[in-house]
């Protein structure tokens, strides 16, 4: 049979329908100054909120407070505990050189407990909703657990982690695993189990492989949600490792152990300083997903705009 | 066998009932040759799309027999249905993938494919930055990579307006005159139907069976200028009357 071009579709050119593509390339050979002016413009409106907090911060601290405690004694002193100057939290916390150390090494235990945290819940989360999307009896056997794992209140678990696993790392991993695993299998789930019927229909007419199905069709059509777990994820499991370490705080001390200790000790302004780092290490991995799931998919995905 | 007589598709008393007692075709036969160009028009839900499930294997029937060689089966859907994630060019290359071509060799059948749907230059592009139009040549390019002796076109260009479906349907004629195939098409529009075919079957509303076969008498090429013969709206005239009746 013959392959060559028809001479009939040569005359006539073809493609007269769609000025989309072209529009597209436009866009992405603007230039990289205008880039830059359009990055700084969306940036500019969370600045703007950002001052308008400080401004209120202030506010609250240096007015309202000194008016509210006004007959308490010494006033001065139960406002900073309550609430401190923004710059005397910068003061003691970030130019403090040991304040900082201690912060520092929290945070690192944090970011260890739940880098590890997360690759564990995404190593068993990923197998998990693979296997269940292999077979309606897995999926049926091991969802209650997984729905269980997410409705357990943690706090009921630490006297039985503690058993098993003592105070220390691993009891605080653990932790980090439970509250984070579940994103990653539903969404995963989702994510294999929404191909579009038609192009399982494809598949059915020329695979029989359930393996080529999963790996050329729903693996790749699992990304997007994939991704969404996997932020979701990230997040909580920083808010693991931090509830970890006020519930197992032998050893090193993370983040969540300062935060007791500085509450204790009346020191708010390392108090500020640690709730602080604890949300700019969360923000710091949601957002580091967030991007990898727009680098991964945006180009392909409906939703996918980039820069959203 | 199919080669013996020239009887590339053989519908053979098939009937489908579902499992839950649905009966969508009532005993319909008919036989779709090599060089022949047939379209199924009838109402809403009488099982059109059904015929091409079973011919394609996707379904079994419950009744009598479909015979088709399905090695060599071509099958346009209603939607373009593309892997967002690939490109032009890989979403082509996927059939051929699928029944283990090597690189080099589907590469070189999708490249001719492409270039036979008049898409060369947006092997780079994501089914995201196409039109509707342009999907479905990418849909019809896949197919074409299997070189099918059948081609079965379920309400392909349904969604796409007028000028852009005129247009895809000359091209999918001038495929028909080139490659030879056996084509069975699946329409709502009567006009489209006629300007197609050799061939147009109604069907009556569920449980579906053919109430009138007309035979088409205009030779290929067609040009659109057919499509405002008096002869072309007296056949459309025939084929309305024969579906208003589907629909009682």
């Given at each position: 049979?013959s ?18 593509p072209?529009?597209a390339?436009?866009v992405e050979?603007?230039?990289?100054a ?7 413009r ?6 703007v ?5 400080m401004g209120i911060?202030y ?12 007959r308490?004694?010494?006033p ?14 910068v ?12 912060l ?15 690759g ?5 989360g990923l ?11 897995i999926?049926r056997?091991?969802?209650p657990?997984?729905?269980f794992?997410?409705t ?7 006297p ?8 220390g790392?691993s009891?605080?991993l653990i ?10 299998i ?8 929404s ?6 229909d494809?598949?059915?007419l020329?695979?029989k ?16 949600a994939m991704?969404?777990?996997f932020?979701i ?13 006020f ?8 983040l969540g152990?300062?935060i ?17 780092f ?5 923000l710091?991995?949601?957002?580091m997903f ?19 | 066998?199919?080669e013996?007589?020239?009887t ?8 489908m ?5 649905t ?20 109402p ?8 091409l499930?079973l011919?394609?294997g996707?379904?079994?029937e ?22 967002p ?5 890989k979403n082509?290359e996927?059939?051929a ?8 060799a ?19 592009h ?8 342009m ?10 990579t ?8 379920d309400e392909p ?15 999918v ?12 098409f ?5 006009f489209?139907a006629i ?6 079957l ?14 088409i008498p205009?030779?290929y090429?067609r ?7 008096p ?6 005239a ?7 009746q589907a629909?009682?």
């Open positions: 049979m392959t060559e071009p028809i001479e009939a579709l040569e005359a006539v050119p073809l493609i007269t329908e769609d000025p989309d072209v529009v390339v436009h050979s603007r230039s990289t205008s880039k830059v002016f359009a990055r700084l969306l940036l500019s409106a969370p600045a909120v950002f001052a308008g907090f911060w506010l609250l601290s240096w007015r309202y407070l000194p008016t509210v405690l006004g308490a004694s010494p001065e002193f139960l406002r900073s505990i309550i609430l401190p100057y923004p710059h005397d939290v003061n003691v916390a970030f130019l403090d050189a040991t304040n900082l150390g201690d520092l090494s929290g945070l690192w235990l944090d970011t260890r407990l739940s880098t590890f945290g997360l564990i819940s995404i190593t068993i197998i998990t909703a693979i296997a269940m999307s292999q077979a309606r009896w999926e056997s091991f969802y657990y997984a729905v794992l997410q357990v209140p943690i706090l009921a678990l630490v039985l982690i503690g058993l098993f696993l003592g105070f790392f009891a605080r932790v980090v695993v439970i509250i984070s695993l579940f994103p990653i539903t969404n995963t789930l989702f994510g294999l189990k191909a579009d019927q038609g192009l399982h494809l598949f059915t020329h695979t492989s359930r393996w080529v199905r999963l790996r050329k069709l729903q693996l790749p059509n699992s990304m997007p991704f969404t777990g932020q994820s990230a997040g909580l499991s920083v808010i693991g490792a931090i509830v970890g370490d519930f197992f705080g032998r050893g090193e001390k993370g152990n300062l007791d200790l500085y509450a204790n000790r009346l020191r708010p302004e390392e108090l500020w300083a640690a709730v602080f604890s949300t700019a290490l969360g710091t991995v949601f957002m967030g991007w990898l799931r727009t680098r991964l998919t945006a180009h392909w995905h409906e939703s996918g705009e980039p820069g959203s | 066998m199919s013996a007589n020239g590339a598709l053989d519908f053979d008393r098939v009937g009932t579902y499992p839950d007692g009966e969508s075709l009532h005993v319909i036969s008919f036989g779709l040759d090599t060089g022949e160009f047939v379209t199924v028009v009838g809403s839900g009488c099982g059109k799309s059904t015929l499930r011919a394609s996707l379904l079994k419950t009744a009598g027999a479909v015979r088709v060689d399905r090695d060599r089966l071509g099958y346009v859907f209603q939607d373009a249905t593309l892997l994630w690939r490109t032009v060019q082509v996927l059939l993938e699928l029944h283990g071509q090597d690189r080099d589907r590469r070189r059948t999708a490249e001719e494919a492409i270039e036979l749907v008049g898409l060369t230059g947006f092997e780079r994501h089914p995201k930055r196409l039109s509707g139009g999907r479905m040549r990418v849909s019809l390019a896949r197919s074409l299997l070189d099918p002796s059948v081609f079965l076109f260009f349904g969604a796409l307006d007028e000028i852009t479906r005129n247009r895809l349907n000359d091209e004629l001038s495929l028909f005159a080139t490659r030879g195939f056996a084509g069975l699946i329409t709502h529009n009567i489209e300007y197609m075919s050799t061939r147009v109604v069907m009556s509303a569920r449980p579906g069976r053919i109430i009138a076969d007309f035979d205009f030779g090429p040009a659109d200028d057919l499509r405002f013969q002869e072309f709206a007296q056949i459309g025939r084929v309305s009357e024969a579906l208003r629909y009682e």
